[in-house]
T-cell receptor
Framework: AQKITQTQPGMFVQEKEAVTLDCTYD???????LFWYKQPSSGEMIFLIY??????QNATEGRYSLNFQKARKSANLVISASQLGDSAMYFC?????????????FGDGTTLTVKP | DTAVSQTPKYLVTQMGNDKSIKCEQN?????MYWYKQDSKKFLKIMFS???????INETVPNRFSPKSPDKAHLNLHINSLELGDSAVYFC?????????????FGPGTRLLVL
């Protein structure tokens, strides 16, 4: 069974600094994807970044990068140069591609607060 | 253009009533989902349809019945609403195979059962 763990219920970061949000996962499927979503206080779920299990390089999207350590089964999100608008809840999710009928599992989320 | 849309955005109703939430996606995706996010922000999948066929049905009470008239629409009907059904319900869609299968979410429907 797939499982996602986000151990940080809340994080604080100073504006313009970098922050790392932790995510560890567990799966027996060799082919899977890892995703990060942002949920601001307005409530919508915004896709941020994706990492495939066979991708050789860490994914990057603007100020977001995914620190993928396959052997440790971790997929941490790094946000560089934090902005006030980054304050939100962040969810890590994974999806097995060869089992589980495409079911995605979400972590419990980390609430990030950016301080001015 | 809204990629995944849901109606209504807010739904306040009495216990015991029956209500429906509609979802439409214009991304051309084959797969659509319903998720429930409770008051603690935990997000859990309820159903998934691929090309109008049910492929995931998590442990959800029979009072919840999804219907997919075509692959662009996945509606959720809830019978005999209970207090515990109060939550935010998200619809999402993705395209299976050949890539990340990233799910794109609708804006959510905030259901409050009184």
């Amino acid at each position: 069974a797939q499982k996602i763990t986000q151990t940080q219920p809340g994080m604080f970061v100073q504006e313009k600094e970098a922050v790392t949000l932790d995510c560890t996962y567990d799966t027996s499927d060799p082919s899977y994807g890892l995703f990060w979503y942002k949920q601001p206080s307005s409530g919508e779920m915004i896709f941020l970044i994706y990492q495939g299990s066979y991708d050789q390089q860490n994914a990057t999207e603007g100020r977001y990068s995914l620190n993928f350590q396959k052997a440790r089964k971790s997929a941490n999100l790094v946000i560089s140069a934090s902005q006030l608008g980054d304050s939100a809840m962040y969810f890590c999710a994974m999806r097995d591609f060869t089992s589980n009928a495409g079911k995605s599992t979400f972590g419990d989320g980390t609430t990030l607060t950016v301080k001015p | 253009d809204t990629a995944v849309s849901q109606t209504p955005k807010y739904l306040v109703t009495q216990m015991g009533n029956d209500k429906s939430i509609k979802c439409e996606q214009n991304l051309g995706h084959d797969t659509m989902y319903w998720y429930k996010q409770d008051s603690k922000k935990f997000l859990k999948i309820m159903f998934s349809y691929n090309n109008k066929e049910l492929i995931i049905n998590e442990t959800v009470p029979n009072r919840f019945s999804p219907k997919s008239p075509d692959k662009a629409h996945l509606n959720l009907h809830i019978n005999s609403l209970e207090l515990g059904d109060s939550a935010v319900y998200f619809c999402a869609s993705s395209q299976p195979g050949g890539g990340s299968e990233t799910q794109y979410f609708g804006p959510g429907t905030r259901l409050l059962v009184l």
